[in-house]
């Protein structure tokens, strides 16, 4: 008995070499406009689609399968509907073949006009995959160009597609349609929050060894309509990136962005900073950056927000152990030292390139969505609140502390001399307990610095902790009930203290 086959595909590669295996193979193709030209002209025997239907392609192509006859030929329960099908004479198909017009490329353009966008949206092709894939119990719904292989290997062996590959094919193609819709809303500005229903457009670029833990699996999902983030870094030299190294680069790229004015340099370690710098090269501030907290460095992952050039990949060689490097770009010879560590995974991003406009945080069985935490806060918006104002030199320092502590994982102390982390506590239960380890971290180098907490300080004691080591300045958002305490304090110790008004929680 004849088998039918619909195909109809934009990305026409390799489509013809799979329609003169199903001619071979006992299979009727019926196609559409340019999909059946392609295929007649490469020797494949083709019906129209209109020849079955005896309607033509109308509205300039827009209304080309969205006919009874298709649908019933995709639609039906060959049992069930035995009178409607001999009836209407509808062709049975047994497989179709579809992929749809290239939405995504075209979205991607910035200045990609509606119109062009409208006119690459597909309906009849998600039509078509729609009701193949609900009636994967009879069809089986190819979408994608690496299943041709499959077919044709359960063809040969089976003398069809066997059910559980049709189940398999129908699953991928509701993805591919619920993809291509996301991409569609998301491209027109669909406000999350003002919609009630979320779809996110991911598609996986490449695998990962495993996941947090080598005992656990691990994938990444790039964003479809972004060119930016570390998904779209290149890997100049080193291993595959891990699980962990994206989450660590990402704490870098998260950082830097709060850094655009100098060059800057971040350690990180577990996503969160062991230091932070900004100087007058790069290679001076990841000097910096790594004096903060050189021990809990190794193994850490460096994040440079300009050209590494020799001065730094120098430094960078010297650094023991390292992870991962990224930067916007590598001199020639800068990077012909680094490739040198043969283990050291290099990657070339834009870190400004970008920015997202909202966080998202995967929670069970729920999604939290945010607007981005921005820096928006200035010199003018600072409160002085205490008898002494910041000398100019604590202001420089106290500025560069408000933006390095909003990086760094809640609870969060840290210390700054210049503008450069000199000790971190980060990660804590307790403020007065991320206060200790900051000056811990920073030993002597307490002395003349300033310090910085995320969040209001509730009790005198973290501020204590850092005017007993040495702190000259403090500044946090203020809003406590015990304002007026720690206030008390810092003016005991000369302290001067600014209020923000604005906290940066981490989490």
Known sequence: MMKNALITTFDKKDVDILAQFLVDNGFRIFSTGGTAKFLED?????????????YPSILSGRVKTLHPTIFGGILAD???HKDEIKRYNLPLFDIVIVNLYPFEEVAKVADASPAELIENI??????LIRAAAKNFSRVAVVVDKNDYETVKESIEEFGEVPYESRKRLAIKAFAYTSYYDSLISHRFGLDLFE??????PFKKPFPLRYGENPHQSGLLFKSA???????????????PLSFNNIRDLDGALITLRDFPDAPCAV?????????????????????L???SDPLSAFGGIVGLNRRVDMECAELLHKTHFLECIVAPDYTDEALELMKKKKNRRIIKLDVYKNIPEFDCKMVSDGLLVQSRDRLEEKREDFRIVTDRAPTEDEWESLLFAWRAVKSVKSNSVLLVKGTATVGIGGGQTSRVDAAKIAVDK????????????DAFIPFPDALEVCAEAGATAVIQPGGSKGDPQAIEAANRYNIAMLFTGRRHFRH
């Open 78 to 80: 060959r049992e069930r």
């Open 267 to 287: 350690v990180l370690k577990h996503s969160t900073p062991c230091g932070i710098a900004t100087a007058e090269t790069i290679g001076k501030a990841y000097e």
């Open 42 to 54: 490469r020797g494949v025997e083709v019906t129209l689609i209109k020849d079955i239907t005896e």
């Open 442 to 453: 920073a030993g002597d180098r307490a002395k003349g610095s300033v310090a910085a907490s």
């Open 225 to 239: 309509l972004s060119d930016s983030g570390i998904p779209q870094g290149e890997i100049l030299s080193g291993k």
């Open 195 to 200: 919609e009630e229903y979320l779809t996110l």
């Open 289 to 291: 950056a790594l004096a």
């Open 122 to 127: 597909d309906i009849g092709g998600v039509a």
